[in-house]
């Protein structure tokens, strides 16, 4: 057993790590179902989509909107990634 109760994540941007694995899971979806490229009026099931479907394009909803959760994110993040509250504007050094 550890002897702490939490591990480091030894990634050095979440965000980045995130992205991508949104990605792949939307390359997935695609390659499992690949009638969610195509719109709903070329379907003769466009009501009654088959169950698999229904279910990709509801995660693929969610994904989305994971996505834009992220993008808001960034844009309350700090322009400079080291920037310190303490550190003058124009000072290249936050220290």
């Given at each position: 057993?550890l002897?702490?109760?939490?591990?480091?994540?030894p990634?050095?941007?979440?965000?980045?790590?995130?992205?991508?694995?949104?990605?792949?899971?939307?390359?997935?979806?695609?390659?499992q179902q690949?009638?969610?490229?195509?719109?709903?009026e070329?379907?003769?099931?466009?009501?009654?989509?088959?169950?698999?479907?229904r279910?990709?394009r509801?995660?693929?909803?969610?994904?989305?909107e994971?996505?834009?959760?992220?993008?808001?994110?960034?844009?309350f993040?700090?322009?400079k990634?080291?920037?310190?509250?303490?550190?003058?504007?124009?000072?290249d050094?936050?220290f």
């Open positions: 057993m002897s702490t109760s939490s591990l480091p994540l990634v050095s941007e979440p965000l980045a790590l995130l992205d991508a694995t949104l990605l792949f899971l939307i390359q997935v979806l695609i390659a690949p009638d969610l490229l195509a719109t709903p070329e379907h003769d099931d466009a009501y009654h989509p088959a169950s698999p479907l279910a990709a509801h995660i693929l909803l969610a994904v989305r994971v996505h834009y959760a992220l993008d808001t994110y960034r844009a993040l700090p322009d990634p080291g920037f310190m509250s303490g550190a003058s504007a124009d000072d050094f936050p």
